[in-house]
């Protein structure tokens, strides 16, 4: 078995559940909004980002998270693969 592999993988599933946890809580929404708040205070633009750039960024945030699922199988189903009998 590749430990190198092997450690790919887990990672991969660690951060694929730590990405779909975050995106569960509303955390991307949430650093949105403060982002908007902050960089963009004192110009002319609208008080709150549109709903299209919200709902672009929770898209975006779970097709991450379930790209990074499915990365770390695959990776780990590679490593067991390759494992010596």
């Known amino acids: 078995m590749n430990r190198r592999l092997l450690i790919a993988g887990l990672l991969l ?7 779909l946890s975050l995106h569960a809580a509303g955390v ?3 650093l949105l909004n ?3 708040d902050t960089l963009l205070s004192g110009l002319d633009v609208p008080p709150h980002p549109s709903q299209t750039s919200t709902d672009i960024l929770n898209y975006v945030s779970l097709v991450g998270g379930i790209a990074e699922l499915a990365g770390g199988v695959v990776v780990l189903l590679v490593c ?3 494992a010596p009998a």
């Open 28 to 30: 991307p929404e949430s």
């Open 80 to 82: 067991f693969a390759r």
């Open 13 to 19: 599933l660690v951060s694929g559940v730590i990405t």
């Open 34 to 36: 403060s982002l908007y």
